[in-house]
């Protein structure tokens, strides 16, 4: 009997370790924060060649400066902290530039391409979360005119705002973004970060027990344009 006893006293003690311990050696040892978002990277960047006027589509660039867009949130994973930075290549759109002034453009991300380092995690994003099969896409318009003839032409950056509409899950909210353009050759280069809170888009943050998501976070984009 007394065998027994102690045998009981130490699953319970090993349970409880794992249950305690667990979740801190995943947090210390295991567990680490994405990469950040993508942005506008002026290595190997030429001199502005050409003029801004005309319209401009999105292409794949190439490294440092391809075209990807996505998200970055915070969540607690099994008692870790981490930054999760999600990305895709599936990105479209195009801009208009009359006179020096940005006087249309359109971003369109296919967010089932959306990946991050667990497929779990992704499966939960393109179902629960964003419902991918009913709202395959996530688009920012622009709503109102941006000066580009400050923009620097020696192939160093330069920062504008832009001021439009943010479409997730049908949902449409105004919203306003710093963004840093680069000018290189025939090119151009554009990244920025929209601080979004995910309720605002009738988006549910997840909270499955062992994984808990902010409701705050950001939707990143970094695109390389050339003249049509």
């Known amino acids: 009997m007394r065998k027994l006893v102690w045998a009981l006293v130490a699953v319970v003690v090993v349970a409880l370790l794992g249950f305690f311990v667990a979740p801190w050696m ?3 040892f295991i567990a680490e924060d994405d990469a950040p978002a993508a942005s506008v990277s002026t290595e190997g960047a030429q001199a502005a060649s050409g003029t801004l006027d005309g319209r401009w589509v999105v292409v794949p660039g190439i490294e440092p400066n391809r075209t990807a867009a996505g998200y ?9 902290d981490v930054t999760v930075v999600g990305s895709t290549d599936q990105v479209s759109g195009s801009a208009t530039v009359t006179d020096g002034t940005l006087t249309a453009a359109e971003v369109v991300v296919q967010v089932d391409g959306i990946t991050t380092d667990s497929g779990q995690r992704d499966n939960q994003f393109r179902t629960r979360v964003m419902d991918t099969a009913l709202y395959p896409t996530a688009t920012f318009v622009l709503t109102e005119p941006v000066e580009l003839t400050s923009l620097p032409e020696d192939g160093s950056t330069g920062t504008v705002t832009a ?20 000018r ?6 554009a990244s920025g970060s929209i601080p979004t809170t995910w309720s605002d888009y009738g988006i549910e943050a997840p909270n499955l027990g062992f994984v808990t998501v902010d409701d705050a976070g950001s939707i990143d984009f970094l695109v390389t344009l050339e003249q049509s």
């Open 26 to 28: 995943y947090g210390t």
């Open 72 to 80: 970055t949130v915070h969540e607690i994973l099994r008692g870790a």
């Open 163 to 182: 001021t439009g509409t943010l479409t997730l899950r049908d949902q449409e909210r105004p919203v306003s973004v710093d963004v840093e353009v680069l």
């Open 184 to 189: 290189t050759a025939d090119r151009l280069v």
